[in-house]
Structures are given as structure tokens and as C-alpha cells.
């Protein structure tokens, strides 16, 4: 025998001896099978190349149509920011993107003439990203507020919405909204709005640069008058954009159908918090529901 066929021989008689199978074909530890040794049925799918090119054409189209993504977040609320960047994940969107910007909410030392502190912040913050945005040369942006959930089928819908949006007949878009009165039974995937509709929420906002600076001009003045003015002062930043619109019937306003996302429940920062938001333990048992809730919708 030569000593080739020699050695396959002993391995041969090796293998044999041992009684044990393969190193491929032995059973995980607690008695699961290898990935590629289950049945095809529980193996997890991976996605086709089709849906992962279109998803990365959806990430283009997104970053074609806005210029930035302003998310307002108070530098305290560092749990927002960990799931805005999920959310902006599930959309498609990388945090780090150089159009992603987190913007510092304000939070003032007192409320001002506003109803409250939070009040006051939320218009202020909603005031510095126009204001930043017309800076920078922005012509179109997405604002979102740190306590907004994308919908399941967000990538799909917006798709939808994309034709839309590139056209440059429309001012403001609200791609999500807590209530609109009266109501307004948008078309999809997007209706123009009568200018005297008032809408509740603007956790997810897009403007046009004709928008942007009109809106600017709309809220400094607001600013300089009292609250409970005629001509409007010091209130709720959805309420002053909503006197805005009717004060400006030339910018046309969508409303998406159906909303691309809403608010998930989370402790305010606008209004008094209360007690269960104060208390350790409790609040973290809070938010767990709180969590489980958005999840489940």
C-alpha cells in the first residue's frame, strides 16, 4: 500500500472509531440544528435584492425631495433620540446622513406669555429650524418631532407620496396630524387643504422655501404681540401655523392619506407632567407600556 492510500485508510478508521458525526451535521448546544440543516421553513428569509434596491431608491427619492430632516429633540431626552434613530432606520434613513439633523429643542426659563414653559419651546424650536433652514439655502425640509412613529407600511406609502411632493404647487405638507377642523377627507395620497382648516400636531411637517420665510415672518410678529391679541400672539405652535395658513390662502397645504406617522406616547415635554412621570420606578414601568402600546399599533 502506498502511502497515500495509507493515510486516507487510518482517517478513514479515525473517523469511524470515534462515533461522531461530521463537525456540519452535529447538533447546536440545547439541540438545535445548524441554520443550513433545518427544514427550508425555519430558515429566516433573507430579503430579495428587488426590495433591497428599492428600498435604497426610496432612501434617494427622500433625499432628493428635502434638503434636510430637522428632528427637534431637547439634549435631556436622550431616550427620544434612541428611538427616533429606530424610526429614521425603519424609514431607511442613517442617522449619521449629513441631512439628518438633530436640532436642540429650546427650553426657556419660563413660559413667557405661552400657556406654558413647554409651550414656548416647542414654538421657539419650530421657529430656530425654519430659521436655520433659511440660512442654509434650504428649499424643501422635513420637520419631525422626537415622539413620532413611523407606520408599518411607511416606505410603500411613501412611494406613493413622492409624485406629489415633487411637484411645486404646495407650501406645507403635514404627513401626519393629531385632528383637522372641520374634518377634511383627504384623497390619497394627498389632498389640498381649505386654508381655514385647523390642524392639530405637527410632528411631522414639510415646508417649501416660499413657506419657510413667509412662516418666519408670521411667527416673529407673533412674538411681539400679547397673548390673546386679534391679530394673534404667544400660543400652541400648531395653532399659530394654522393662523398662519389663513392668513396666507396663496400657500397651498397638503394632508397625506393616510397619515405616514403619528405620535407615540411618550412623557410630554410641552405640558405639566404628571405624577407617574415624577416617580422612579413607576416611570420607567410607565414608559415600558407606553412602549409596548406604540409597538402594538
Known sequence: MDRAAGVRAAHKSAHVDTGRAPRKARARRGGELPRYHRPP????????????????????????????????????????????????????????????????????????????????????????????????????????????????????????????????????????????????????????????????????LALQSTAIAAAIAYLEAMLQRPAGDPAGGPMHVDGAYSWFRNAHPEIATLLCAPALGYQRPSRTDIHDVKWFDRTPVVRDIVQALRKAKAAAR
Request: hydrophobic share 45%; glycine share 8%; proline share 9%.
Open 41 to 204: 421553513a425555519e430558515r429566516r428569509p433573507r430579503p430579495s435584492f428587488a426590495v433591497v434596491d428599492a428600498a435604497r431608491c426610496l432612501t434617494e427619492k427622500m433625499k432628493n425631495i428635502f434638503d434636510a430632516v430637522y428632528i427637534i429633540n431637547l439634549p435631556t431626552r436622550t431616550d427620544r433620540r434612541r428611538e427616533m434613530i429606530e424610526q429614521l432606520a425603519l424609514a431607511g434613513l442613517d442617522a449619521s446622513d449629513p441631512r439628518v439633523i438633530f436640532f436642540d429643542a429650546v427650553r426657556p426659563a419660563d413660559a413667557g406669555g405661552f400657556p406654558t414653559i413647554g409651550t414656548r419651546g416647542c414654538f421657539m424650536s419650530h421657529l430656530g429650524v425654519l430659521q436655520r433652514a433659511r440660512a442654509a439655502g434650504h428649499r424643501r425640509i422635513l420637520i419631525l418631532e422626537d415622539d413620532v412613529n413611523f407606520i408599518k407600511d411607511f416606505q410603500p406609502a411613501f412611494a406613493r407620496l413622492v409624485p406629489r411632493l415633487e411637484q411645486p404647487d404646495w407650501g406645507m405638507t403635514y404627513l401626519g396630524a393629531l385632528g383637522v377642523q372641520p374634518p377634511f377627507d383627504a384623497p390619497a395620497p394627498a389632498g389640498v387643504m381649505p386654508p381655514s382648516s385647523a390642524v392639530m400636531g405637527t410632528h411631522m
